[in-house]
């Protein structure tokens, strides 16, 4: 049985898995750098005088804070709290906007998908869907159709 003194000498919870900021930028850049060094295989498929051949073909993987998280080992929201923590934060920052780059200049260049690229970076376009009474029903549109006179023939 333990004394209440051995019950507070004991830690509490896990362990952090990443120690300090340094693990977690050598962490992170050995993401970045296995993201370039292992692209997504595509395959493409060709007819040629009647043949059909199929060659597989390296496409830009992206990088995303849900594929940093799954490399270091841990959940989403366990990457954003170290995210949070100050002595984390401006790695964590730098580390996103070079995921960021990579990912829009990807897009940009059409080796990765601009839609999926725009929404997983935030950057879709939003539509509104409120009409001006502040429901969401829309006004039907009134044509009215108008016929020529004989006169204006």
């Known amino acids: 049985m333990f004394s209440g003194v051995e019950k507070m000498a004991r830690p509490m919870g896990k362990p952090r898995l990443i ?6 930028e050598k962490a992170a850049y050995d993401y970045i ?9 595509k395959t493409i498929t ?3 005088q009647g043949e059909i051949s199929y060659k597989k073909v390296p496409h830009a993987r992206p990088m995303t804070q849900n594929g940093l998280a799954a490399h270091l080992g841990v959940g989403l929201s366990t990457l954003k709290d170290y995210g949070a923590r100050p002595e984390y934060s401006a790695t ?8 960021t780059a990579h990912n829009i200049d990807g897009a ?3 080796d990765m998908n601009g839609n999926i690229i725009s ?11 409120m009409s001006s009474d502040g ?12 016929g020529l006179k004989p006169s204006d023939e």
């Open 19 to 24: 120690q300090s900021p340094e693990e977690f």
């Open 108 to 110: 940009a260049s059409g």
């Open 135 to 146: 429901s969401m029903a829309t006004k039907p549109t009134t044509i009215n159709l108008v």
């Open 92 to 99: 964590f920052r730098h580390i996103c906007t070079l995921m």
């Open 46 to 48: 060709a007819a040629f």
């Open 33 to 41: 750098q296995w993201v370039k060094d292992n692209p997504v295989m």
């Open 119 to 129: 929404r997983v970076e935030g950057l879709a376009e939003k539509q509104d869907l």
